[in-house]
């Protein structure tokens, strides 16, 4: 068999393994992400707690973001803000504010595009959620009438003149039906996975590049191993 063929074969064959591997990679990387979209949703489908025993005065927050909280307050009137989404989808942002004066800023539900935000109900009552993280900054143009793109405290914070609770509250189905409206739509923050799935997707992607790297270099000894090169009658 000719060399060029023979090395063409070594070759071939070594980048059809170091695909499998990165494959292989890949699909540990998945099992990684997946796990951790499960923890998220274990997380929010917990039994609901008292926010206020995970958030304490002082700001400092409790392993509780993406679980179901039940805080007690009271609306105050007016103000709200409408927050429009990249997708077009309007939520309605109120202010709860607590018995120790913070507020804790609530996503009651959904709107329609250009529709009349009800006001929130009165008088003390017990909100149900999602404890949500402040949201990354809006990167899409606002229509007229929206000042908000995203649930991002520091911005709000500029908009209501208490002091904010570090995060948020999105109701649950139940809490916003109760209130006319349709619930908002939950973005969970991202858990992790098992570290171990993603030290096996590394080490695949290790074995494919050292494979790689094996398979040139058996190739190129090939050439200088062969006995046809070194005859005289080639040179």
């Known amino acids: 068999m000719p060399l060029r063929v023979r090395q063409a074969l070594v070759v071939t064959i070594g980048v059809v393994l170091a695909a499998v591997m990165v494959g292989l990679g890949l699909w540990q990387l998945q099992v990684f992400t997946d796990q951790g979209n499960a923890s998220a949703q274990a997380r929010a489908q917990q039994a609901a707690v008292p926010l206020l025993d995970h958030v304490s005065a002082d700001g400092t927050v409790g392993d509780i973001y993406g679980k179901p909280v039940t805080v007690t307050g009271h609306y105050l009137p007016g103000q709200q803000e409408r927050v429009l989404g990249s997708d077009g989808v309007v939520r309605l942002l109120s202010a709860l504010e607590?018995?120790?004066?913070?507020?804790?800023p609530v996503v009651r539900g959904t709107l329609e595009a250009g529709a009349e935000a009800p006001q929130?109900?009165?008088g003390d009552l017990q909100q149900v959620g999602i404890f949500l993280p402040s949201e990354p900054a809006a990167d899409h143009p606002l229509t007229t009438g929206y000042t908000l793109g995203s649930v991002r405290l520091a911005q709000l914070a500029q908009l209501w003149p208490q002091p904010l609770m570090p995060g948020f509250v999105t109701l649950d189905a139940a809490e916003a039906s109760a209130q006319g409206l349709p619930a908002a739509t939950v973005t969970l923050p991202e858990q992790e996975g098992s570290w171990r799935n993603s030290g096996y997707a590394l080490?695949?992607?290790?074995?494919?590049?050292f494979g790689l790297g094996m398979t040139l270099?058996?190739?190129?000894?090939?050439?200088?191993?062969?006995?046809?090169?070194?005859?005289?009658?080639?040179?």
Do not use: C, H
């Open 98 to 104: 607590l018995a120790d004066g913070r507020v804790l």
């Open 120 to 122: 929130a109900p009165t």
């Open 217 to 235: 270099k058996i190739a190129q000894n090939m050439s200088r191993r062969d006995p046809t090169l070194s005859s005289p009658e080639l040179r």
């Open 203 to 209: 080490q695949w992607w290790v074995f494919a590049l």
